[in-house]
């Protein structure tokens, strides 16, 4: 296996679900996620599935090391235990079902994604819509099995509702941006500010993160300056030529 100098592998008994898996700890684990936060999600891009997503993972593990800013990947669910087990950067599953082990066919089962190496998951994404009571039901299944939980929100109601839900992250995301070529810290920075201080208004522990459009190192200081601590964002990283090169433009202004 090829593993950063900076991975521990140890092997657990995860406690709520009683699966046994290979737990790959990081020097980013054993300290509290301080931000900023690149999360950048794989989505189902053919760009990003395979060994694409290894020359992604491994940008990340990179660039992350020499800049110190977190970059975390949310690849396809069938590439989370090899990219997890072989590269030094936070792994996020891009959806998991409220859902219990059993007869689930075809569903995502949170235990499976925390013993396949994930830190964390996406909740809510705009392309992967749920109710409220399955987000709240996902946010609790996430927190008893240690899984950072990234509530995906599209503007500052819907935001401090989430907040309400008690997750790690609230990522706001208008739809009509995702994926555009325009940034929401360009077009909308306004969004930015009011879901921050919404969330705060409900539970200051909640982070914020903004997406949407995010593709420069000017995109992401300018939401990190209207208090985010990071960016999720997708197309930018995964369809270029060079990911490398966006990620250390992207990390270039903190």
Known sequence: MVISSEE????????????????????ADVMDMVSPLILVNLKTYQ????????RIAAAAETVAQESGVVIGIAPAFTEIHPISHHYAIPVYAQHIDAITPGAHTGHILPEAVRAAGARGTLINHSERRLTLADIDACVQAARRLNLESVVCTNND??????????????????????GSGVSVSKADPGIIERSVNAVRSVNPDVKVLTGAGIQSGECVKIAVDLGTCGVLLASSVVKADDPEAVLRDLVSML
């Open 8 to 27: 521990l592998k140890s092997e657990d008994t995860h406690p709520a679900s009683g699966l046994i898996s290979g737990e790959v700890i990081y020097l």
């Open 47 to 54: 760009e990003g599935m395979g060994r694409n997503a290894h």
């Open 157 to 178: 109601s819907t935001s401090a509702a989430a907040a309400a839900l008690g997750p790690d992250y609230v990522a706001v995301e208008p739809p009509e941006l995702i």
